[in-house]
Nanobody, 115 residues
Framework: QVQLVESGGGLVQAGGSLRLSCAAS????????MGWYRQAPGKQRELVAT??????TYYPPSVKGRFTISRDNNKAVYLQMNSLKPDDTAVYYC??????????WGEGTLVTVSS
């Protein structure tokens, strides 16, 4: 089992920055890819960023160039968010995937971007 706990969400004005953190505990040696997802009210959960065990990253066009994902081995994963827009308002979730393909999710942290 892997436990993930997010922190760092809050209220920020458009154009501002936030840094989200996700602390991992439990069977962290089994974690391969880690990532961030978000879900806005009335919308499906969507991918924000992923990072592999060797540091390969992926960002969808909506956040590329503004968000940066990083990780501290399997202990934590971070999301630096710059140039935030009101459309970035959502609950942000941390996810870890183990080598068997099983997904672990955190409880989420709310990010609100005011215009």
């Amino acid at each position: 089992q892997v436990q993930l706990v997010e922190s760092g969400g809050g209220l920020v004005q458009a154009g501002g920055s936030l840094r989200l953190s996700c602390a991992a505990s439990g069977s962290i040696a089994a974690v391969n890819t880690m990532g961030w997802y978000r879900q806005a009210p009335g919308k499906q959960r969507e991918l924000v960023a992923t990072i592999s065990r060797i540091g390969t990253t992926y960002y969808p066009p909506s956040v590329k160039g503004r968000f940066t994902i990083s990780r501290d081995n399997n202990k934590a994963v971070y999301l630096q968010m710059n140039s935030l827009k009101p459309d970035d308002t959502a609950v942000y979730y941390c996810k870890g995937k183990n080598y068997a393909g099983f997904d672990y999710w955190g409880e989420g942290t709310l990010v609100t971007v005011s215009s």
